[in-house]
């Protein structure tokens, strides 16, 4: 048996050299929970992986304790020797520089529950140390967890156990109908023992794609029944092309169920780095789910494999090894031996009880069905049978209520069970629907009747009209029932034949008389009468008035207009010196109401003409259009006087 052995170095600085207490060849890590040393003191710090989180990170393994070592493997003593994985991943001894000046080269042990998982002897270099110096790895350390111990039996539950398998293209042709006779055989071990099983699937990523390869969920193989969905469902595994073990194992560490083992079966090396897979399977481990490997890989390199379980194999006790190397022959024998020495075949008898139902046709509900599992003892010297039960009584079962139909048992009552030495059978109960009888029923119509033109008129869109209920009995539509159907447009003028109840021996109509509802305005109409001609004599604009009442009726969109006024009036052109009217008059304007022709403004227009010079005494009269003539002639005769004058007086 070989045993992975308990002290495994941290990381290597080889050849560091010493510049202002630090090493030169690297940049540190982030040092938020690192110790600053003393002049007397020396820090060297190591950073610690874990466990892969739910966001796909890589964590601390906080809480490891990591124990400080010579490169011999001689443990250090005194409580700076020993140091604690913060949150941040670093584990920082503090060292006397009295004890560290004799220091050269120095190693980590890791203590339980936690493994260090490097390849190789990794060193921290610190010869020449002087106190106030400080050294950190320049990369951490991969911890594993120890793998969890398997149950020691099934138990009355069973076991939950996953599957995850690799489906890469190394698998084809020959590993693929091995691998899949071979994990049927083992769900053939464990139906029967109260175990459930679920399948996962891996390649290039996970699950492997293909249709067949998705991942199932626990199911029971308690029975044949539920033994035979799962083995359907590993025929349907194909290959696809690479191997990834982390996304193979984180998958089943993020899934919500609790497994107490996981089988990880592949037949090659993973194509992802070996820390990613060491966090995947921590996950795992944190849940306390045992990782059990099994690989018909030829030249299998043990330390890829041990980093994601545990390092024991070729134990007799099959369930105390961590892995199997085997040949695809022998993989069936080996999960067969697996499974029985955690779980050996139990001899039980399920027994149901059928609650079957009938009478109500096509609405009779489905039979109810409940189990006992009997477990079956044999005294091996009597060669009698004890039978055990699990649960210990058929449950209640309330018949399912279907409308119209009453069963003859509202609940067929509990049936205790006890153990016996007689063998059980399964029973059935038969629950009988019976029809009730329908009472008679009355229908009331509501209608809708337009008073304005005295025919029906159909109901609002949706609106309920009709109505049906057991004679006698009220809920027949109220007023407000009628009221949601009066089409748009419309307005309630009366409801009549109000009935209360429910009558069968005839019909019974509701009428709902309907006015049409309208939307009052004012219009305004004028007619103008506009002068022109007379220059600034003209007289202003003569504009007369008729206001309307438009009245729109929602139901047929039509205006109609009405005014008290019968007529625009008539209007007397005013008169104007020395101009005439063309029309002394302007007669009135008849308008007509009502009206469905929407009203209009108008205009007339009276032109003025000059009447001409009228003469009083040979003088021409004295206009305001002849006014500025007369003038420049009285002025051109008093200059034409004047020059006259001064010439004579020349």
């Known amino acids: 048996m070989a045993v992975r052995g308990r002290w495994k170095a941290g990381l290597v600085i080889a050849a560091a050299v010493l510049v202002g207490g630090g090493v030169v060849g690297y940049s540190p ?3 938020a929970a690192v110790p600053t040393p003393a ?50 991943g670093d584990c920082s001894f503090v060292i006397p520089a009295a004890d560290a000046a004799s220091m050269t080269i120095l190693t980590v042990a890791v203590e339980a529950p936690w493994e260090d998982a490097s390849l190789s002897t ?36 069973g076991l939950n156990v996953a599957i995850d398998v690799d489906l890469s293209g190394s698998m084809y042709p020959d590993g693929l109908p091995a691998l899949k006779t071979d994990a049927k055989a083992y ?6 023992t109260n175990s459930s099983i679920a399948l996962y699937t891996f390649a290039t990523d996970a699950p492997a794609a293909g249709p067949g390869n998705v991942n199932r969920p626990l199911t029971s193989v308690q029975t044949a029944a539920g033994a035979a969905q799962v083995k359907g469902w590993i025929d349907g595994w194909d290959t696809d092309v690479f191997t990834n073990w982390d996304a193979g194992l984180f998958q089943v560490a993020q899934s919500s169920d609790h497994y107490d083992f996981v089988i990880f079966i592949t037949d090659g090396l993973p194509t992802s780095a070996r820390n990613d897979n060491i966090a995947s399977a921590n996950a795992l481990k944190a849940k306390g789910t045992r990782i059990i490997v099994v690989t018909t890989a030829s030249g299998f390199v043990a330390s890829s494999v041990t980093n994601i379980s545990g390092l024991v194999t070729g134990d007799a006790d099959v369930a105390k090894n961590d892995y199997f190397q085997s040949d695809w022959a ?19 008898l399920p027994t149901t009880r059928t609650v079957h139902y009938t009478g109500a046709g096509t609405s009779t509900p489905k039979d109810s069905v409940s189990t006992i599992v009997w477990t079956m003892t044999t005294d091996p010297a009597t060669g009698d049978t004890t039978y055990t039960a699990d649960p210990a009584e058929y449950p209640a079962v309330a018949s399912p209520s279907v409308a119209g139909y009453t069963p003859d048992q509202a609940t067929v009552a509990a049936s205790s069970v006890t153990t016996t030495t007689t063998k059980p059978t399964s029973s059935t109960v038969t629950v009988t629907y019976t029809a009730v009888p329908k009472p008679a029923t009355g229908t009331v119509n509501v209608t809708y009747v337009d008073n304005v033109t005295g025919k029906q008129v159909a109901p609002k869109k949706g609106a309920t009209v009709a109505w049906t209920g057991d004679d006698g009995t009220s809920g027949v539509p109220t007023d407000a029932d009628a009221k949601a159907g009066v089409p748009d447009g419309y307005a309630i003028a009366s409801i009549d034949n109000k009935v209360t109840k429910y009558d069968a021996k005839a019909p019974q109509t509701i009428t709902v008389y309907l006015t049409h509802q309208t939307t009052t305005t004012t219009v305004r109409t004028t007619r103008t009468v506009h002068y022109t001609g007379a220059g600034t004599l003209t007289p202003p604009d003569a504009v007369s008035t008729v206001v309307w009442t438009a009245v729109l009726d929602q139901v047929t969109k039509k205006t109609t207009y009405t005014t008290k006024s019968s007529a625009y009036p008539a209007v007397s052109s005013p008169s104007v010196d020395n101009f005439a009217p063309d029309k002394a008059k302007v007669a009135a304007l008849a308008v007509t109401t009502p009206t469905t022709a929407a009203p209009a403004s108008s205009k007339v227009v009276v032109t003025y003409a000059p009447s001409g010079m009228v003469a009083t005494g040979g003088i021409p009269m004295l206009t305001t259009t002849n006014a500025g003539v007369i003038a420049f002639a009285i002025l051109c005769v008093v200059m034409a006087v004047t020059v006259r004058r001064r010439a004579r007086e020349s």
């Open 29 to 31: 890590a982030a040092q």
């Open 39 to 88: 002049s007397d003191q020396v820090v060297v710090t190591f950073q610690a992986n874990g466990d892969r989180l739910p966001d796909g990170t890589i964590g601390p393994a906080t809480g490891a304790v990591l124990d400080l070592t010579n490169y011999q493997g001689t443990t250090y003593t005194g409580s700076w020797a020993t140091c604690t994985v913060d949150a941040d």
């Open 122 to 157: 990794q060193t921290v270099y610190v010869y020449g140390a002087t106190g106030g110096q400080s050294f950190t790895a320049n990369a951490p350390l991969a911890l594993e967890r120890i793998n969890p111990t398997l149950p020691k039996d099934c138990g009355n539950n």
């Open 187 to 192: 769900v053939d071990a464990l139906t029967g």
């Open 330 to 348: 022998d993989v069936g024998t080996l999960l067969n031996t697996l499974a029985t020495a955690i779980c050996p075949a139990m001899q039980t």
